[in-house]
């Protein structure tokens, strides 16, 4: 019951942030400099033209109507024409986007193990020698520039060696998992870093309250008090990291998917910037935006199923 | 950017050793190094960053180009030294228009409550629920490529975080008895705000600074390399990387230098956020 009312009023709070979504998306095409409708038809446009295509978008229609206009096309699934592919840009988007998911998924498979492995090292051994170089370690991820570790791992690992393809995305689960690696791995030298950080954090705040000195005094092994109570307790907040993270993940995605030619919403994005894209640039931050709500409310829903505290 | 030399040089010379103070000290020195090279790039460099030499094109790296040249036979390592200029005030430029956006957001928030504070927070939640560099790209398509715009999109999406900071600590300072005092005495709230609220906030924040710059920087970075910062020929980093991206089987050198002069430039940045933080945790 009260988890039921806890859900029902963070899907109350998302409707403002929805709203102002579409807002953000909206005003993004007014933010173009100059005329959009001559950006788009050239210098040369006849002013028929323009004006034709002014009234096929609305443009001459006052702000408050177009903005609803673009909520009830929106609610409909219809995010416009893409400019360049002259499909609908819905289509592109669901098109693209398992190929971004499937790395991300895969970045993540990579990434949790290896923090919590390093993570947990670190915390047992708070100070001493694994502590330091993990440290080190976790210090040189965060100043790696993704791209630059890309363009490095591409043309060793892949033209040198030839062990992984340096582009596409293949066919097939196995050839997904083949051709994503290097994207996989480069992407998780950054992101185990900046988690194993902040675990290690938790896991030793934990180490340092009251029940654990309590559990100590009863004469429970360490060990077990680790792996039961600490661990435990350190799961929540890097649960919620992780939904934050995941949110960067998303847009650290663009790049490794540039250096490494994966047709994903990231490259998706970035062509259409460079080729001026418009409405595929607004549907875009549409979907990513609602994508990170949904990620941070299931994150939230979750964290309240484990711990009914939070939702209090 | 005589305030990075500034600030990096009051933290080495601290009166007693304590947790932190060498990875302060070797930031600073790795930041004051890249500093002076940046300003002085004109006597550093032995050669024009964008002077052609079609006979030296892929040259490796010898006495003559210490870092090789590229494609075009530009000197990779002049360019690496004036690429020091254009990341460097990037990073500068691209942590004090979203600080100065987020102070003031956050100072208002925070002091006068109520709707005011409602509604920037309202703000703050919807800036947040898109993924930074999604909207920073956005922002940057719309407006079109380049710096300028990429630190216009920087001040328009990053101030959250100075944002949050800012509003928190005003919540906890505004309640001191001194502020409480400046009040009674008739004080403006602008004098209040300036004077009394800021100085106390300006720590927290600045440890925010150093770690936002390495963000600032890669992100800045990875735009060029998109080709949506720094537009060619500019001896940016993330630039010359793209460049070098076709020829790094023959010519290895062109994208590895500027990587590292990227990777010693951000270490520089967390090192001295590092140590300051630890610095803090400690005598606090």
Redesign the interface.
């Known amino acids: 019951m009260n988890s039921i009312s806890f859900i029902g009023r963070r899907l109350l709070q998302i409707v403002?942030?929805l709203i102002?979504?579409s807002?953000?998306s909206f005003f993004?095409?007014m933010?173009?400099?100059g005329d959009p409708v001559r950006m788009v038809l050239g210098p040369r446009a006849t002013e028929e033209a323009v004006t034709a295509m002014r009234q096929e978008w609305g443009l001459d229609r006052p702000i408050w109507a177009q903005y609803l206009s673009y909520i009830g096309n929106t609610l409909t699934g219809d995010l416009g024409q893409s400019l360049k592919f002259r499909i609908p840009v819905l289509d592109l988007v669901l098109q693209y986007l398992p190929r971004t998911l499937f790395l991300v998924a895969y970045v993540l498979v990579i990434a949790l193990p290896a923090t919590i492995l390093m993570a947990v090292i670190a915390a047992r051994n708070e100070g001493r020698w694994p502590d330091q170089l993990i440290r080190v370690i976790s210090?040189?991820g965060?100043?790696?520039?993704?791209?630059?570790?890309g363009?490095?791992f591409a043309?060793y690992f892949g033209?040198?060696l030839g062990w992984f393809p340096v582009s596409g995305y293949g066919d097939g689960f196995v050839e997904h998992l083949h051709h994503l690696f290097l994207p996989a791995v480069s992407t998780s030298l950054w992101l185990a870093p900046l988690l194993t950080r902040n675990l290690r954090a938790a896991l030793i705040e934990q180490t340092e309250a009251d029940y654990v000195a309590a559990s100590r005094a009863k004469g429970l092994p360490e060990g077990y008090i680790f792996r039961r109570h600490i661990l435990r307790n350190s799961v929540l907040p890097t649960l919620n990291l992780l939904g934050v993270m995941i949110?960067?993940l998303?847009?650290?995605s663009?790049?490794v998917e540039?250096v490494y030619a994966v047709p994903g919403l990231g490259a998706l994005?970035?062509g259409?910037?460079?080729g001026?894209d418009?409405f595929v640039?607004?549907g875009?931050?549409l979907v990513?935006?609602i994508a990170?709500?949904a990620i941070t409310l299931a994150i939230d829903i979750f964290t309240a199923a484990i711990d009914p505290r939070t939702s209090e | 950017m005589t305030d990075l030399a500034s600030t990096a040089s009051v933290h080495p010379a601290a009166p007693r050793f304590r947790h932190g103070t060498i990875e302060a000290a070797l930031g600073a020195a790795l930041l004051l190094a890249w500093l002076i090279a940046a300003v002085g790039a004109g006597v550093f460099a032995p050669y024009d960053p964008n002077a052609l030499d079609l006979v030296a094109m892929l040259a490796p790296p010898d006495g003559v180009h210490w870092f090789g040249t590229d494609h075009l036979g530009r000197d990779v390592f002049s360019r690496v030294i004036y690429g020091a200029r254009i990341d460097i005030w990037m990073g500068f430029a691209g942590v004090i228009a979203p600080l100065v956006v987020g102070v003031t957001v956050g100072l208002i928030a925070g002091y006068f409550g109520g709707l005011t504070d409602t509604i920037l927070m309202r703000i703050l939640d919807i800036t947040v629920a898109f993924p930074f560099f999604i909207l920073v790209i956005a922002i940057v398509g719309v407006l079109g490529p380049g710096l300028v715009n990429y630190i216009i999109a920087l001040a328009l999406v990053a101030w959250v975080a100075y944002a949050r900071l800012v509003r928190a600590e005003v919540l906890v300072v505004k309640r001191l008895e001194y502020v409480q005092a400046a009040r009674a005495l008739g004080f403006s709230d602008f004098v209040i705000i300036l004077r009394h609220v800021l100085p106390n906030v300006l720590g927290s924040i600045t440890i925010y600074a150093w770690t936002d710059a390495v963000m600032v920087i890669l992100a800045g970075a990875s735009l060029g390399f998109l080709g949506l910062g720094a537009q060619p020929p500019t001896a940016e980093w993330g630039v010359m990387i793209a460049d070098g991206q076709p020829y790094v089987l023959q010519a290895w050198w062109i994208c590895l230098f500027p990587g590292i002069a990227m990777v010693t430039l951000s270490l520089g940045f967390i090192l001295v956020s590092d140590g300051l933080s630890r610095r803090l945790r400690v005598s606090s």
């Open positions: 403002p942030v102002g979504i807002l953000v993004l095409i933010m173009i400099p210090i040189l965060m100043t790696i520039p993704v791209f630059w570790l363009v490095l043309r033209v040198k949110a960067f998303i847009g650290g663009v790049v540039i994005m970035v259409s910037v460079l001026r418009y640039i607004q875009l931050t990513y935006a990170t709500v």
